[in-house]
């Protein structure tokens, strides 16, 4: 009688063992597509992705470069200071995106430009998105507004 419990207890242990990889296995492979990564222009270059690796893109709009094509197409560089890379979008811009702003993409890279599927931009005058302020930082090109408050 005692070996038979022991067994099963190792069976039953076993088993719930092999779910929990494939239920590990199965949602990772689900979330595969939905992580994307984010990257400055300086990362970009440096280490450019697969072609068909989806990633979000943020820095600032770079001054004289926003032009708007035939229909919905529009051109223009981002730039975190460091590096500038070409973006085109086909679609309808958000209302606050203008040159001189912070913008994300989300897109892919074609070795030449990313081609975003989609634009994100500030909702006011004082917002940027986490991600650009951190890649601007980090490049020495932006100062957040609290920090010269704080040092004076």
Known sequence: MRGLKKTRRIQVLALA??????ATGIIGYAMR??????????????EPPAPNEVFRLGGLVEDGTLKRGQ??????????GTASVPVA??????????EGQG???QGRWTGERFEAIEI???HDESYMPK???DALEEQGVYKAPNAAAASN
């Open 89 to 98: 979008y086909t679609g309808i811009l958000p209302d606050l995106f203008e």
């Open 71 to 80: 229909g919905e197409t529009v051109t223009f560089s981002v730039t975190d």
């Open 120 to 122: 994100l931009a500030k």
């Open 103 to 105: 913008m994300v993409g």
């Open 33 to 46: 597509d939905g992580i994307n990564f984010f990257r400055s222009p300086a990362q970009l270059v440096a």
């Open 17 to 22: 063992a092999v779910a929990l990889v494939l």
């Open 131 to 133: 991600e650009v302020i």
